[in-house]
C-alpha cells in the first residue's frame, strides 16, 4: 500500500443480496486494490474499480446528442420498453421509471425472468419474512431448501446463520441445527446436522405431507412419511426456524415450490415460530422490485401503455420480445448481468444501453452511454435480500451518474413532445 493509499471503511458490497457491510475497500492510485472481509465473489463485484466512459452511436460524442437520439428512437417507437437490470442505485432506478411513465412503455425488470415466481407466490399467499438480524438472533434451526449459500451466497452462513452468535443463541453454531434438503441434484450444504434427500418429482407430495404432518395428520406412503416425520418434528421442537431457499434457482424452476415453502413457514407459526428466507442474487434486485412496488404499485412487468400502471405478469418482457409487441428497448444498468433469454430476444429490436460498461457490448445495441456501477462510483441506496434499506457511498468517481442522466433523459423526451 503506498503512502497515498485510502482505505474506505465499511463499504456495501453488492455481490450478491447479502448486501455485506463491512468491506473496507483500499484504493490506491485511483485503482481497489483490495477489498477486505469480502469473499472471492465480491472480491470480483468489486474488481479494481475501473471503467469505461464512453458514449457511442451518437452523431458526435457528445452526451446531449446521444440523449436526444435515445429520446427521439423511443417517442418514435409503437411500444417501448424500459428494462431494469442490475448495479442500479434505488435512485436510478426510480429515474428509469419516471422515464417508462412519460414514454407510456412497458417497464420490467430482471425479476420477471429470474425471480417472478416466488413474487407472485407471494402475492397470493402473504410471507412469514424475518429480517437477517431476526434470522441471526432467534434462529435454532436452520433448514437449507435445495440450496447451498456457499456457492452463490458465500458469506451467509458466516454473518446471518448458522455461524454467528446471536441474543438468544450465545453458542452460536453449537446453538442451532442444520438441515440440509437435498432434492436431486440441488444439495443443501454438505457439512449439515441432518440431511434428507428427495427426488424432484417427489418434492410437491413431500412438502404437502410435511404440511399436514405439522398439523397432525399424515398423508403419503411410508417412506415419505418416514422422512417427512422426522423433519417435522425438528421443526415443531424448534424455538424459531428458519427455511432458506433460493429465490433465482435456475430454470426450470420447480413447479410450486415457491407456493409450498410460504404455506409451509406460515403453519410452522401454528405452533411455534419461524419464517421464510429468500435469497437474491446481487446488483440491488430486491431494489428494483421495492422501488417498482413504491413508483407504480407493482414489483414488475408494468405497463404504462394506457396512462396509468397496469400490472402485466403473465405478459412480461418475454413474451412480449417473442411476439414482436416491443419495437424499441431502453436497458438501463449492467447489461452483462441480464439473463441470457432478454439478451437473445432483444435481438431484432431496436435499443439503448445506459448502464456501466455498455460500451463493450455486452447486448446488441445503436447507442452505448457509460455509468458508474452503483456503491462503486455512486451513492444512494440499496436493498438486502431481506429488503433492508443500505445506504451506498461512491468509492471512485462515475463515468457519469446514472440518476441524472436519466434525468435528463426525461428532459430531452419532453423537449420532443408527447408521443404520437
Ligand atoms: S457474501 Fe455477497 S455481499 Fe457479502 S461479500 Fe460476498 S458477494 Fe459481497
Not at 410450486?256 to 440491488?284: E, F, K, V
Request: charged share 20%; aromatic share 4%.
Amino acid at each position: 500500500m503506498s503512502g497515498a493509499a485510502r482505505i474506505e471503511e465499511n463499504a456495501t458490497c453488492l455481490g450478491c443480496g447479502c448486501a455485506c457491510d463491512d468491506i473496507a475497500v483500499v484504493i490506491d492510485g485511483g485503482r481497489i486494490t483490495e477489498a477486505r472481509n469480502a469473499c472471492a465473489l465480491g472480491v470480483r463485484w468489486f474488481g479494481d474499480g475501473s471503467l469505461p466512459g464512453a458514449v457511442l452511436g451518437g452523431r458526435t460524442a457528445a452526451i446531449e446528442d446521444a440523449l436526444g437520439e435515445i429520446a427521439t428512437m423511443l417517442r418514435a417507437a409503437r411500444a417501448p420498453l424500459v428494462y431494469l437490470a442490475p448495479d442500479l442505485t434505488s435512485e436510478a432506478q426510480r429515474a428509469a421509471i419516471a422515464v417508462a411513465d412519460q414514454l407510456r412503455a412497458f417497464l420490467d425488470s430482471f425479476t420477471s425472468s429470474t425471480a417472478g415466481e416466488g413474487i407472485l407466490a407471494a402475492q397470493r399467499r402473504g410471507r412469514a419474512s424475518a429480517t437477517l438480524g431476526e434470522i441471526r438472533n432467534r434462529a435454532d434451526v436452520i433448514v437449507f431448501w435445495a440450496v447451498d449459500p456457499a456457492a452463490s451466497y458465500p458469506r451467509f452462513q458466516t454473518r446471518y446463520a448458522p455461524i454467528p452468535v446471536g441474543i438468544h443463541l450465545p453458542n452460536g453454531r453449537k446453538d442451532r441445527t442444520v438441515i440440509a434438503v437435498d432434492v436431486g441434484g440441488q444439495r443443501g450444504p454438505d457439512d449439515a446436522d441432518v440431511r434428507i434427500q428427495m427426488t424432484a418429482e417427489e418434492e410437491p407430495l413431500f412438502l404437502a405431507s410435511l404440511r399436514a404432518s405439522l398439523a397432525g395428520r399424515t398423508v403419503g406412503d411410508a417412506p415419505i412419511v418416514a422422512r417427512v416425520t422426522e423433519l417435522a418434528t425438528r421443526l415443531n421442537r424448534a424455538k424459531y426456524a428458519v427455511i432458506v431457499t433460493d429465490a433465482e434457482s435456475p430454470p426450470p424452476v420447480p413447479n410450486g415450490r415457491a407456493d409450498a415453502l410460504i404455506a409451509l413457514s406460515q403453519s410452522l407459526n401454528a405452533t411455534t415460530r419461524g419464517s421464510l428466507c429468500t435469497l437474491r442474487a446481487g446488483g440491488n434486485r430486491n431494489g428494483a422490485d421495492t422501488t417498482l412496488t413504491w413508483q407504480t404499485g407493482f414489483p414488475m412487468a408494468v405497463d404504462f401503455s394506457r396512462g396509468v400502471p397496469r400490472y402485466q405478469p403473465e405478459d412480461a418482457t418475454l413474451p412480449r420480445l417473442a411476439r414482436g409487441a416491443i419495437d424499441a428497448a431502453l436497458v438501463v444498468g449492467a447489461a452483462s448481468a441480464i439473463p441470457e433469454n432478454v439478451v437473445k430476444a432483444l435481438g431484432g429490436v431496436r435499443t439503448a444501453v445506459i448502464g456501466p460498461r455498455a460500451s463493450e457490448g455486452a447486448i446488441s445495441a445503436s447507442i452505448r452511454i457509460d455509468t458508474g456501477v452503483a456503491g462503486i462510483h455512486e451513492s444512494g441506496i440499496a436493498f438486502r435480500l431481506d429488503d433492508l434499506p443500505l445506504p451506498l457511498r461512491a468509492l471512485l468517481p462515475t463515468p457519469r451518474d446514472t440518476a441524472s442522466l436519466l434525468k435528463a433523459l426525461g428532459t430531452a423526451i419532453a423537449a420532443q413532445g408527447a408521443r404520437a
